[in-house]
C-alpha cells in the first residue's frame, strides 16, 4: 500500500512563494506517476500538474503554468511543487496523488492513491 503525505502549506501573502512537499512511503520508479491537485471551498477538485516516473516527464494547468514547477527527488522518494507569485485565488487545499503508470495525467479518477492534504492560504 503506498501512502502519501504532504507538508509545507501555510498562510503567504500575495506575489509570495511555497514549496510543497509529498513524501511517499516507497516509489517505483518504473511505474509511479505523481500529480498535485487543489480544491477551493464550493470548487471541484482541480488537477495541476504532473511529473511521471518515465523520463519525467511534466504537466501543467494553464492556471498554474509559468508560476508553478514540479519536481521529484527519488532518493528521497519526494515530489515537490514550487508555487511562485502566489495569488489569493490559489487558496485551496492542496493533495498529491499516485497512480501506478509510468505516463501523467491530470484526471483525478486516473490517481488510486492521495495523500491527506495541505492547506495554503494566501492572504494580505
Known amino acids: 500500500q503506498l501512502q502519501l503525505v504532504e507538508s509545507g502549506g501555510g498562510l503567504v501573502q500575495p506575489g509570495g512563494s511555497l514549496r510543497l512537499g509529498c513524501s511517499a512511503s516507497r516509489f517505483t520508479t518504473d511505474y509511479d506517476t505523481i500529480g498535485w491537485f487543489r480544491q477551493a471551498p464550493g470548487k471541484e477538485r482541480e488537477g495541476l500538474s504532473c511529473?511521471?516516473?518515465?523520463?519525467?516527464?511534466?504537466y501543467y494547468a494553464d492556471s498554474v503554468k509559468g508560476r508553478f514547477t514540479i519536481s521529484r527527488d527519488n532518493a528521497k522518494n519526494t515530489v515537490y511543487l514550487q508555487m511562485n507569485s502566489l495569488k489569493p485565488e490559489d487558496t485551496a487545499v492542496y493533495y498529491c496523488?499516485?497512480?501506478?503508470?509510468?505516463?501523467?495525467?491530470?484526471?483525478?479518477?486516473?490517481?488510486?492513491?492521495w495523500g491527506q492534504g495541505t492547506q495554503v492560504t494566501v492572504s494580505s
Open positions: 511529473i511521471s516516473s518515465r523520463r519525467g516527464s511534466t
Open positions: 496523488a499516485a497512480r501506478l503508470a509510468p505516463f501523467c495525467s491530470g484526471f483525478q479518477r486516473d490517481y488510486a492513491y
